[in-house]
């Protein structure tokens, strides 16, 4: 079964501040690794994904970034958040091996002040 | 047109009553279906997956898959208080490809 962690739980930061939100895969190697984020009432927008180790597409373009230093770890980071950064972060796993069925971690609350 | 579209809500059921949610999508290509639940405050978890035309049931769930008329639903058996949540419509085209989610549902059961 995927076990999918994600950390901090919440997070307050000001505008301007460095962003560092890290996720970590259990139960599968090789898998599919995606960053959503889903702002107060809103939908899910994919921001980034990874099939493999230093393999990212970005979906969207804005002032975040993502890493995959580990077949099982996800990183999204920003130099200088803004407001709008404000949002629910969810790290995804797809077990390629399977259903492509897409799992979520429990997510990063960030509110940006 | 977005290209997977549910009605935002909210949609209110008495408990025990059959509750009815609709996605709608645009890519005739698509051929893998999901329906997720999402709690106030929680990451969204799967219900459910469909890729065949027809039915599909777990439990108090049951999956509605009509791809020559584009719309996937997800009826839900003697709902309960605890179904109260919102419903994401996810789509995909094939493996390799992304998901699409739909805006999403939200469901109230009133006891």
């Known amino acids: 079964s995927q076990t999918i962690h994600q950390w901090p739980a919440t997070l307050v930061q000001p505008v301007g501040s460095p962003l560092s939100l890290e996720c970590t895969v259990e139960?599968?190697?090789?898998?599919?690794l995606y960053w959503y984020r889903q702002a107060a009432g809103r939908g899910l927008q994919l921001l980034f994904y990874s099939v493999g180790i230093g393999q990212i597409s970005s979906e969207v373009p804005q002032n975040l970034s993502a890493s995959r230093p580990q077949d099982r770890q996800f990183i999204l980071s920003s130099k200088k958040l803004l407001l709008s950064d404000s949002g629910f972060y969810l790290c995804?796993?797809?077990?390629?091996?399977?259903?492509?069925?897409?799992?979520f971690g429990p997510g990063t609350r960030l509110t940006v002040l | 047109q977005k290209e997977v579209e549910q009605n935002s809500g909210p949609l209110s059921v008495p408990e025990g009553a059959i509750a009815s949610l609709n996605c709608t999508y645009s890519?005739?290509?698509?051929?893998?279906f999901f329906w997720y639940r999402q709690y106030s405050g929680k990451s969204p978890e799967l219900i459910m997956f469909?890729?065949?035309?027809g039915d599909k049931e777990d439990g108090r769930f049951t999956a509605q898959l009509n791809k020559a008329s584009q719309y996937v639903s997800l009826l839900i058996r003697d709902s309960q208080p605890s179904d109260s949540a919102t419903y994401l419509c996810a789509v995909k085209r094939n493996a390799g490809n992304m998901l699409t989610f739909g805006g999403g549902t939200r469901l109230m059961v009133k006891p």
């Open positions: 139960g599968t190697s090789n898998p599919n």
């Open positions: 995804a796993q797809e077990d390629r091996s399977k259903t492509d069925t897409q799992y």
């Open positions: 469909i890729y065949s035309n």
């Open positions: 890519d005739r290509g698509s051929q893998s």
